[in-house]
């Protein structure tokens, strides 16, 4: 939770909010392999039927986009297309993404049920982008108490998952 990625065409940023392994078929509950394997690919290798029964999906929040050349943090005009990509951004993309903070708005009121978990995630990570990490986290704590003027149980709640 709380990575950046980023459609292509339209260039489109997103933060990661919920990643599931789920079955294929709905009606069929997921069910632990392995007990006695040594690792991962153990189970893989002896249960080769997983591949068709599960699927793994992701949520994400979005956060901005590009437009003619320059990064907007506020919603697109259009929705990226159904089969877009998707990309994890590289270090460099988060930082110049993340250089501005008026996203954390947008996860903020989001309406996602875990919206503070995501933007703490989101800061943690994108801190480590940063030549100064401990700056961009001081800039992302001044903008949140700005957002978050009037709810000081929230905002500290925050702070804390912030803090390294």
Same mark, same amino acid.
């Given at each position: 939770?709380?990575?950046?990625?980023?459609?292509?065409?339209?260039?489109?940023?997103?933060?990661?909010?919920?990643?599931?392994? #789920?079955?294929?078929?709905?009606?069929?509950?997921?069910?632990?392999?392995?007990?006695?394997?040594?690792? #991962?690919?153990?189970?893989?290798?002896?249960?080769?039927?997983?591949?068709?029964?599960?699927?793994?999906?992701?949520?994400?929040?979005?956060?901005?986009?590009?437009?003619?050349?320059?990064?907007?943090?506020?919603?697109?005009?259009?929705?990226?297309?159904?089969?877009?990509?998707?990309?994890?951004?590289?270090?460099?993309e988060?930082?110049?993404?993340?250089?501005?903070?008026?996203?954390?708005?947008?996860?903020?009121?989001?309406?996602?049920?875990?919206?503070?978990?995501?933007?703490?995630?989101?800061?943690?990570?994108?801190?480590?982008?940063? #030549?100064?990490?401990?700056?961009?986290r001081?800039?992302?704590?001044?903008?949140?108490?700005?957002e978050?003027?009037?709810?000081?149980?929230?905002?500290?709640?925050?702070?804390?998952?912030?803090?390294?």
């Amino acid at each position: 939770m709380g990575g950046l990625v980023r459609t292509d065409s339209p260039e489109i940023y997103a933060v990661v909010g919920r990643v599931a392994t #789920e079955p294929l078929d709905s009606t069929r509950p997921v069910l632990a392999r392995g007990e006695d394997a040594d690792s #991962e690919e153990d189970v893989i290798r002896d249960n080769p039927q997983l591949a068709r029964l599960l699927t793994a999906r992701f949520e994400v929040y979005i956060a901005g986009h590009v437009e003619n050349g320059v990064i907007r943090q506020y919603l697109p005009p259009r929705p990226p297309r159904v089969h877009s990509f998707v990309y994890a951004c590289s270090p460099e993309e988060v930082s110049l993404f993340t250089a501005r903070l008026d996203l954390l708005r947008l996860l903020l009121n989001s309406g996602a049920p875990h919206a503070d978990e995501i933007v703490g995630a989101c800061i943690r990570q994108a801190a480590s982008s940063h #030549e100064q990490p401990d700056d961009f986290r001081a800039h992302a704590c001044r903008t949140l108490a700005v957002e978050l003027a009037g709810d000081v149980a929230r905002l500290s709640s925050l702070l804390r998952r912030i803090s390294p």
